[in-house]
Structure formats: structure tokens, C-alpha cells
């Protein structure tokens, strides 16, 4: 079946410091990719959406100055936290979808829990 | 726009017993609907999904999930659960203009002996 692959799992990092979090797909060619970020015992909320080769489409409220993601491949996304803070301290989750239109078979990364100290 | 309601944050059930959570939804058209669960420090793992056809969906892990129309109500059902149940199960629904998923709140199933 498809699976997401996703890195690190786990991050600590420095307030002021920068954070690369990678999603891959390890089997299947991914036209878009969706990155999340859950707080606990919450639900999961939409902060963008990449398509390969082109800007992502960021969510009301999302700054994108500050979550930078790069769809560069038909297999990987990443997301960039610039210059964290310990208010962007949260679990993030990346899915993927293999084709564009129609499919709806979203597969999820294992998420990235990030803390930032 | 689409919307998705949970109405129970957190259920209690014995290992053996049937369990049904509850999942309504709000959208124009005929709904694409899914059931997710996600263990602690996880991410989700597709359960089932409705896109048409018959309105009772059998998912994995021994779930089902019945589509009903006329109360807009997409519920999980399990006969029998199991102490491995014990997690997070969300539901969601696919806008269709632009693949998102719109997430559920989320209903924390917790199992006692």
C-alpha cells in the first residue's frame, strides 16, 4: 500500500532557530501534498498545500513567511519553520495524495512532534 | 462550506462490548466521507471511506461505518472492541473543488477491562 514517510519524528530545537521537516512518498508519485499542525487532544488543522512545482496555497491565518513549504518532486515536500518560537511548538503531519482529482486516497506521515525551548 | 461535527470528545467502553461513535456532517453536495483513527504521537490510518454506492462501508480492523442520508450522520460501528481500539478517531469530509479534508473534533475512545 502507499506509504508517507515523514522526518524527524521528534525535534527539539532553539527558539530563533530554523526547522526542516520532510515528507516523503515512498511508493507512489505525489501531485499534492497537505501539511497539518495539531495541538493536543485537538484536531487536526489545514495550514497548506503543495503541488509539485508550484507555490503552496496556505490557509487563512497561516503565515507563510514563517511555515515555508517547497514541493520540489513528485516525492517530497518539506516545511520550514523559520525562526521558531515556542508558541509554534506542535505536532505537524503531512499527507499525500497519488494522484491529482478524483482519488481521495490520502495517505499520513507519522507526524513530527517539534518543541521549541 | 463543509463541516464536520463529533458530538462525543471522549467514550468509555468495556473490551467485548459494541461501541458506535457518531460523526454529522454538513455539505451541498453528496458527501466523500472517511474515518480516521490516530494512536498517541501518530499519524492517521484510513479505517474506512464512503464515496457512493452501498450506504454500509466495511473498513479494517473489523469496523463498519453506515451512510445515511436523510440525518446527514456518517457513524462508526465496531461488534466487538478490543484493548487496541483505544485511541483517536476522526472523521472527515473531502471538499471536491480542492481535495481538503475538513476534520471532526475528534472522539477519544478509551477501553477498560
Known amino acids: 500500500g502507499a506509504v508517507v514517510s515523514q522526518h524527524p519524528s521528534r525535534v527539539i530545537c532553539k527558539s530563533g532557530t530554523s526547522v526542516k521537516i520532510e515528507c516523503r512518498s515512498l511508493?507512489?508519485?505525489?501531485?499534492?501534498m497537505f501539511w497539518y499542525r495539531q495541538f493536543p487532544k485537538q484536531s487536526l488543522m489545514l495550514m497548506a498545500t503543495?503541488?509539485?512545482?508550484?507555490?503552496?496555497?496556505?490557509e487563512q491565518g497561516v503565515e507563510k513567511d514563517k511555515f515555508l513549504i517547497n514541493h520540489a518532486s513528485l516525492t517530497l515536500s518539506t516545511l520550514t519553520v523559520t525562526s521558531a518560537h515556542p508558541e509554534d511548538s506542535s505536532f505537524y503531519i503531512c499527507?499525500?495524495?497519488?494522484?491529482?482529482?478524483?482519488?481521495?486516497?490520502?495517505?499520513f506521515g507519522s507526524g513530527t512532534r517539534l518543541t521549541v525551548v | 462550506a463543509q463541516s464536520v461535527t463529533q458530538p462525543d470528545i471522549h467514550i468509555t467502553v468495556s473490551e467485548g462490548a459494541s461501541l458506535e461513535l457518531r460523526c454529522n456532517y454538513s455539505y451541498g453536495a453528496t458527501p466523500y466521507l472517511f474515518w480516521y483513527v490516530q494512536s498517541p504521537g501518530q499519524g492517521l490510518q484510513l479505517l474506512l471511506k464512503?464515496?457512493?454506492?452501498?450506504?454500509l462501508v466495511q473498513g479494517i480492523k473489523g469496523f463498519e461505518a453506515e451512510f445515511k442520508r436523510s440525518q446527514s450522520s456518517f457513524n462508526l460501528r465496531k461488534p466487538s472492541v478490543h484493548w487496541s481500539d483505544a485511541a483517536e478517531y476522526f472523521c472527515a469530509v473531502v471538499d471536491f473543488g480542492n481535495e481538503k479534508l475538513t476534520f471532526g473534533t475528534g472522539t477519544r475512545l478509551t477501553i477498560i477491562p
Open positions: 499527507s499525500a495524495s497519488p494522484q491529482q482529482g478524483g482519488n481521495y486516497g490520502y495517505t
Open positions: 511508493d507512489f508519485q505525489a501531485t499534492t
Open positions: 464512503y464515496f457512493s454506492g452501498d450506504t
Open positions: 503543495s503541488n509539485e512545482g508550484s507555490k503552496a496555497t496556505y
